[in-house]
């Protein structure tokens, strides 16, 4: 297994909330990427982002981890909710809210509480610059 691959897994694990996007929480380069981050936002959930742009093999290695092949993918304590239109789907019925509390307790709102973190270079998470 590589580095990434395990840098990548680590993220999924220890990260409440996680979801891995083309662009950052700020800037986001995608439709469906913006439309995952906007259900998150929409039901008051913090998150932590991955750019898989900055390098292709982020998309390799993680879609070799979930076996979900498209951008992006929300992960909630270890586990892949899904992507844009799954995680809009489950805002909208309320699925969402009621998913985050079983698996993070009720203190999971965190309105705001975003930042976008790198998994390439060194040891452990990099939160980038005005993330």
């Known amino acids: 297994m590589s580095e990434l ?3 990548i897994r680590d993220t999924i694990e ?3 909330v996680v979801a891995f996007v083309k662009g950052t929480h700020e800037q986001v380069y995608c439709g469906n990427s913006d439309r995952a981050l906007q259900a998150l936002r929409g039901v008051g959930a913090g998150f932590t982002a991955v750019d898989v742009l ?6 390799e290695e993680l ?3 979930s076996s979900w092949p498209t951008i992006p993918q929300v992960f ?6 899904g992507g ?3 995680v809009q789907e489950l805002a909208a019925s309320g699925e969402l809210e009621a998913t985050l509390t ?3 307790g ?4 965190r309105p705001g509480e975003e930042r976008t973190v790198s998994v390439i270079g060194g040891p452990g998470l990099r939160v980038l610059p005005g993330a």
């Open 63 to 65: 879609s070799a981890l």
């Open 76 to 81: 909630v304590k270890g586990e892949l909710v």
């Open 84 to 86: 844009a239109d799954i």
């Open 106 to 109: 009720e203190s999971w709102r």
């Open 102 to 104: 079983e698996k993070l």
């Open 54 to 59: 900055v390098d292709p093999r982020i998309r």
């Open 5 to 7: 691959r395990d840098r």
């Open 14 to 16: 220890t990260e409440p």
